[in-house]
T-cell receptor, first 110, second 113 residues
Framework: AQSVTQLGSHVSVSEGALVLLRCNYSSSVPPYLFWYVQYPNQGLQLLLKYTSAATLVKGINGFEAEFKKSETSFHLTKPSAHMSDAAEYFCAVKGDKLIFGTGTRLQVFP | ETGVTQSPTHLIKTRGQQVTLRCSSQSGHNTVSWYQQALGQGPQFIFQYYREEENGRGNFPPRFSGLQFPNYSSELNVNALELDDSALYLC????????????FGQGTRLTVV
């Protein structure tokens, strides 16, 4: 069975600091992995996806993620946080359906 | 190109009632999936429809049912509402039975009192 685990339900950073949101996956087959962002009272917006091409994936809003098979990880990073990045972030793995992690709430302080 | 739209945006129902939520898929997409997102949780897969047929179901009771229409829009029906059904219901559309990219609507916030 496939699953994802997001480490840290809350992450707080200062504006301009590095953002690192952690995601580990479990899959018996090469996975398709995704990061979604959710702003308050809104749906999910796709940030980026890994579909077995390049291991470093660049997404929207300056985010990127690196697929590391040896560590079964797909951590999301952004070099410099902006106030507008404050939101809930979900890692997901796709088999016959999308399976989401429990989410990480990112707070950005001025 | 229109995105995924859901209606209504908010809904309040009484325990025991029935509710229908609607979703219009993104233009050209023939697969629709429904998810339930309880407060503070990640979305949970309810079911998926591909070309008007159910194509996968999560761990939800039969009182959760759905339809997909020839234009690929979809409905989610929930009978005998329970308090725990209060959640954000998300619809996502994609292309193909195993489409790798799902586009989500804004969701319907259902409150059961």
């Amino acid at each position: 069975a496939q699953s994802v685990t997001q480490l840290g339900s809350h992450v707080s950073v200062s504006e301009g600091a590095l953002v690192l949101l952690r995601c580990n996956y479990s899959s018996s087959v090469p996975p398709y992995l995704f990061w979604y962002v959710q702003y308050p009272n809104q749906g999910l917006q796709l940030l980026l996806k890994y579909t077995s091409a390049a291991t470093l994936v660049k997404g929207i809003n300056g985010f990127e993620a690196e697929f590391k098979k040896s560590e079964t990880s797909f951590h999301l990073t952004k070099p410099s946080a902006h106030m507008s990045d404050a939101a809930e972030y979900f890692c997901a793995v796709k088999g016959d359906k999308l399976i989401f992690g429990t989410g990480t709430r990112l707070q950005v302080f001025p | 190109e229109t995105g995924v739209t859901q209606s209504p945006t908010h809904l309040i129902k009484t325990r025991g009632q029935q509710v229908t939520l609607r979703c219009s898929s993104q233009s050209g997409h023939n697969t629709v999936s429904w998810y339930q997102q309880a407060l503070g949780q990640g979305p949970q897969f309810i079911f998926q429809y591909y070309r008007e047929e159910e194509n996968g179901r999560g761990n939800f009771p039969p009182r959760f049912s759905g339809l997909q229409f020839p234009n690929y829009s979809s409905e989610l029906n929930v009978n005998a509402l329970e308090l725990d059904d209060s959640a954000l219901y998300l619809c996502a559309s994609s292309l193909g039975r195993d489409g790798t990219e799902a586009f989500f609507g804004q969701g319907t916030r259902l409150t059961v009192v």
